[in-house]
């Protein structure tokens, strides 16, 4: 009996560890999840269609009956384009022999009633070094104005450093004592002009002689090139220099340079390799080589002994030159003024030798002269070629006249008193034939136009009380109503024409023509 209450016992000690492991083996599988299966799968796009749609063409009767409703609805307009036919043909042409507009463009920008100035800019160090602004020139876009410093009352050979300053007009917050770019020069600066279509390129002329290119696009060394002290080259203050479109090459031009020592040389910038600056050709102002003007013979001997005792070279028969401009008609011709008062016509083709000692040159210098007109009772400081008019020019000097000439007489043809003081610079406006504009020595610029019955100035500007003189000026070639006014005080001021003086009148040129005849006559 013993052994089978033990064997009892075991049996359910068995089943009881069946049931457990059965229910821990329940209890696992309802908390394990399920193996996760994953999938990639992309699709793009492999192929496109282009469709279109076209009317088909109408054919027999529909074509004819669309044809015959079309006709019938502009029926009308034939016969009246047939019977004005004759009457419009006659006015056009009547238009195309017109000239009543002749010479007129339409200004298309907001009239301005007033003159105002603008700005007023300044390099605050010119002041501190008692430097005056020699030149301005604007760039070839209109929005940057460029303005060399020195001194306008030189004399011995100056040591003093000076610098050539920029201005962004359109530039957002423009600061008028803080220039865009300031360029530091060893010398004084004596003559400077903007490239006429490379707007960083600026050209200027130092009072020891030497013609410099400067590069203001990048952070490099602003010059580009320089000519140095050389045989060929100048020895003595450079006056003008002056951009010439070369005839060999489209894209090259020349430099122009003008000294007081009575040299005119032409510079080559060549447009693949701008660093180098070669002279093509030189020319040089000899007494005994002038023409003769039509003017009395005493008189001409006297401002020709003037103009000798005037040169700044070792021989007294070498012209000093003060002024220098191009003709925009004639790419043969250009004017040349003295220290003396003498006015020449000058041609570049002319290959009469100059008689000048020039050993070493490697360009033997011509004589240019081909026409002198009536000598001024002093330096000639400016001269200007019209834009309109391909015979007309003003000249002004020291004897504080504006002169308008005709290349075609030696007298002049008008002269206009302008101030009891010097004119430093006359400038005709690009906008308007009879206007121009005069910079003199007491600190007023006097804008004249020659199409009022009075020669009285149209407008004068005039900045502030003090007595500065107005050294130089220049228009802005892309907006004519600027006029960019430099001074002794080292300011250049931006001034705002008003329409009146800006924008040309109807007929203007021919008033010009007619007013050159009738004072030639």
Known sequence: MMFSDEAA?????????????????????????????????????????????????????????????????????????????????????????????????????????????????????????????????????????????????????????????????QRGGLKAQQAAQTLDVPTAVTALCCHPSQPALIAGGLYTGEVVVWDTSGTRDPVLVQTGMSVDGHREPVYHVEWLQQQQKKGDYGLLSCCSGGKVLLWRLDSLDQQNLSLTAAYALVQQQLPHSSSSSSSSSRFKRQAAGHSSSSSASVVGLTSLDLSPWDSNTFLLGSEGGLLLRCSFSRHTLAAVSSPGHTVAPRAPAVFSFRPASGPVHSIHCSPFHRNLFVQAGADGEVHLHSLLRSEPLLSVRVSHSSVFQVRWSPARPLVFAAATGTGEVQVFDLGVRTLKPAATLSQGEAAHAATCLAFNPASPELLAVGGTDATVCIWRLSAELTQQKPRESRQLEQLANQLAD
């Open 9 to 169: 016992a075991c049996v359910e000690i068995q089943s009881s560890w069946r049931r457990s492991q059965q229910s821990f083996q329940n209890h696992n599988q309802g908390c394990q999840t399920k193996a996760l299966q994953a999938a990639e799968a992309a699709v793009q796009s492999v192929c496109s269609t282009d469709s279109g749609t076209q009317t088909e063409p109408q054919h027999g009767a529909a074509a004819a009956a669309a044809a015959g409703a079309e006709q019938l609805q502009h029926s009308g307009l034939l016969e009246f384009l047939q019977r004005v036919e004759d009457d419009v043909v006659q006015q056009l042409a009547s238009r195309d022999r017109s000239h009543a507009f002749d010479g007129f463009n339409v200004n298309w920008e907001e009239r301005v009633d007033g003159v105002s100035c603008l700005h007023c800019l300044h390099w605050p160090g010119a002041a501190e070094r008692g430097l005056h602004v020699t030149a301005v020139s604007w760039g070839c876009t209109g929005r940057l104005v460029a303005c060399a410093y020195g001194r306008i009352d030189g004399g011995d050979w100056s040591t003093q450093s000076s610098v050539v300053c920029t201005w962004n007009l």
